[in-house]
């Protein structure tokens, strides 16, 4: 179960994990069965629901609906269920819908009555999602949405109707669950772009299939657990500093030392064994004095800059750094190296301005840095995050981490980080990332493992710097959580 549950998959794949399921044997009446079950068990971990209503689409999702109408009611709850159309003759969805039928039930069409009820159930749209929904569904979505606002719980069935199942894009309007239950393969959109926010609380559900249908149908994308931050190795007894590398972190133009001291003070954090910032001479004296951990040079030029690089393992390029003359010339110097190298904030707005290919490095955009480097709009960077990181990985010969809700580390198969928390969207978080993955790649040499672990570590510690609350949260609060989520008891 818990492998599954990381294996995320995209709705084409989906269908055809439901094709071998059903070709292994378990008719498509018994999977409806056990999804309703599951969905039923999700909402009766609450307090048992009293009055439930249930919106069936014409496919096997509204199946699924009908089934559920038919376990609430036999658990004695008041059951409504609103159809918006027939299911096809003959279908699995059209068996449950007799089902419902046979049992005493009946097929109401009026939305008007929905705020009534304990819960609301979801079942129009699952996987099928194509266009902007329209008419009918339109309406529908809306009224469960209404219901929510006036005090109904909403479970969405396999996947919130208006969300795509495979990138977590929202074209329309779209179903906001308090809870989704999805079956199967666990669906890529639930866990990236909109997804997290419309989707609520997540549970998988394998329905019971045979782990053979998984054979040889790759994930697209895999879920991170913080239990991977165990792999860290506890440092030998007999280490020094040298052994943990050391990460140079170049920004601070005039106005940002504070960015570069971010990033500097998350390195140190996260383990780095020694930590050196390249920024303005005028700022050397304070950044200094705010943490005497550090090492501050102050540079005028790029010339500066080459004995800090000759004893570096991994730069840190970009906190910022802005983009006038003098940190265009220390880009260039640094980019004419071979260093292992992060490259951050307007760092990235300068390779977008000039686009090469290096690897050896890792890029941290957030969307609209990454429509820059794409060329094309932050709107359809974010309709289409998985693709557009693995573009990105692509044309720039690099690891990429697409930062956002549900951040995207790049690979065969890619990454998702579902920890973090909205208190994170804040200027010099990414600043705290950039050091983070520095200094985790100068520990480990391993640029992939290194943005991986580091996203996740800095997630978590966010998630706990967030007990709190998570307005008013600050990167200084997570890089305060940082030694804890690094060295895992």
């Not at 059903?22 to 009446?29: R, T, V």
């Not at 059209?94 to 304990?118: F, M, V």
């Not at 007999?238 to 030392?257: C, E, F, Q, T």
């Not at 790049?410 to 994170?424: D, K, Q, R, V």
């Amino acid at each position: 179960m818990s492998e599954l549950m990381h294996a995320l998959y995209d709705a084409e794949q989906v269908r055809e994990l439901d094709r071998r399921a059903i070709a292994s044997g378990i008719d498509g009446y018994t999977l409806m069965q056990r999804a309703a079950l599951a969905c039923w068990q999700a909402m009766s971990a609450q307090p048992q629901p009293r009055s439930v209503s249930v919106l069936c689409g014409t496919g096997n999702n509204g199946g699924d609906g009908y089934e559920i109408a038919r376990l609430a009611r036999a658990a004695g709850a008041q059951v409504r269920v609103v159809a918006l159309a027939e299911p096809r003759a003959g279908s699995e969805a059209a068996r449950a819908r007799r089902a419902w039928l046979g049992d005493g039930g009946t097929i109401e069409e009026d939305l008007g009555a929905l705020a009534r009820s304990d819960w609301v159930v979801d079942a129009l749209l699952g996987t099928g999602l194509g266009l902007e929904p329209q008419g009918a569904m339109q309406a529908a979505i809306a009224a469960i949405n209404r219901a929510r606002d006036e005090g109904a719980r909403v479970l969405a069935v396999d996947v919130p109707s208006g969300l795509d199942a495979s990138s977590g894009h929202v074209p329309g309007d779209c179903v906001h669950a308090d809870v989704t239950v999805t079956f199967i393969g666990n669906k890529l959109g639930l866990w990236t772009g909109r997804g997290p926010a419309f989707s609520g609380k997540r549970v998988y559900a394998s329905l019971d299939v045979p782990s053979s249908i998984f054979a040889g149908l790759l994930p697209r994308a895999r879920l991170q657990s913080a239990r991977e931050l165990s792999a860290l190795a506890p440092r030998r007894r007999d280490a020094h500093k040298n052994l943990s590398g050391h990460v140079l972190v170049i920004g601070g133009n005039h106005g940002m030392a504070g960015a570069a001291l971010l990033a500097g003070r998350a390195a140190l954090r996260a383990g780095a064994g020694l930590v050196t910032l390249a920024t303005r001479r005028e700022h050397a004296p304070a950044l200094t004095a705010a943490q005497p951990e550090l090492m501050v040079a102050g540079i005028d030029d790029a010339d500066a800059l080459d004995p800090l690089l000759a004893r570096a393992s991994v730069v840190a390029l970009g906190p910022g750094l802005g983009q006038d003359e003098w940190a265009r010339t220390l880009y260039a110097r640094v980019l004419a190296g071979t260093h292992p190298l992060i490259v951050d904030a307007d760092a990235l707005n300068l390779l977008a301005r000039f686009p090469r290919a290096r690897g050896n490095w890792v890029l941290t955009p957030h969307p609209g840095e990454a429509g820059r480097l794409l060329q094309c709009s932050t709107a359809q960077v974010q309709a289409q995050r998985l693709e557009a990181a693995e573009r990105l990985a692509a044309r720039y010969h690099a690891v990429v981490v697409l930062k956002g809700a549900g951040s995207i580390i790049s690979g065969t198969p890619a990454h998702i980080c579902a920890e973090g928390n909205p208190g994170m969207a804040v200027a010099g978080m990414g600043d705290a990332l950039t050091g983070v993955i520095a200094a985790l790649w100068a520990q480990t040499g391993d640029a992939q493992r290194a943005a991986q672990l580091g996203v996740l570590a800095h997630a978590c510690a966010g998630d706990r710097a967030a007990r709190g609350g998570e307005r008013g949260l600050l990167p200084s609060d997570v890089i305060a959580e940082l030694r804890s989520m690094l060295n895992p008891s």
